[in-house]
C-alpha cells in the first residue's frame, strides 16, 4: 500500500487548505487513517485521526474547531480541511494508515502501516 500527500503551500494566516492522501496498491482493508505534522526541530505530533474504519474521528487540541477529518471510501482517499490557519500549523503534514492486506481467500491477511512522503504547509503572518 502506498500514501500519496498533495495539497500542501503557502497560505496567509486566517487562509484554508484541503490536504488529500490517496492510498493505491494491493487489495488491503483499512482501519485507522489519519494525519501528523512536524514542524522545524519539533517531534511529530498527531493532528487528526479517523479511527476503526472511519467509525470515530479525535483531534488534537490545536486543530479541534478549525479542522476537519474526511474520507472518500470509493476513491481511497482521505483529507484535511484546514481552516483559520495560524503561523504555528506551518509544519510537513503526513498522512499514515494501517490495516490488512486482503487476498482472493484472505481477508485480513498480513497486517500493514504504511506513511505518505510528506506535504509541506506555510503559513504567512
Known amino acids: 500500500v502506498q500514501l500519496v500527500e498533495s495539497g500542501g503551500g503557502l497560505v496567509q494566516a486566517g487562509g484554508s487548505l484541503r490536504l488529500s492522501c490517496a492510498a493505491s496498491?494491493?487489495?488491503?482493508?483499512?482501519?485507522?487513517m489519519g494525519w501528523y505534522r512536524q514542524a522545524p526541530g519539533k517531534q511529530r505530533e498527531l493532528v487528526a485521526v479517523?479511527?476503526?474504519?472511519?467509525?470515530?474521528?479525535n483531534y488534537a487540541e490545536s486543530a479541534k474547531g478549525r479542522f476537519t477529518i474526511s474520507r472518500d471510501r470509493a476513491k481511497n482517499t482521505m483529507y484535511l480541511q484546514m481552516n483559520s490557519l495560524k503561523p504555528e500549523d506551518t509544519a510537513v503534514y503526513y498522512c499514515n494508515a494501517d490495516g490488512y492486506y486482503c487476498s482472493a481467500y484472505v481477508c485480513p491477511g498480513a497486517y500493514f502501516e504504511v506513511w505518505g512522503q510528506g506535504t509541506l504547509v506555510t503559513v504567512s503572518s
Open positions: 496498491g494491493s487489495t488491503f482493508s483499512m482501519n485507522n
Open positions: 479517523l479511527t476503526n474504519n472511519g467509525d470515530s474521528t
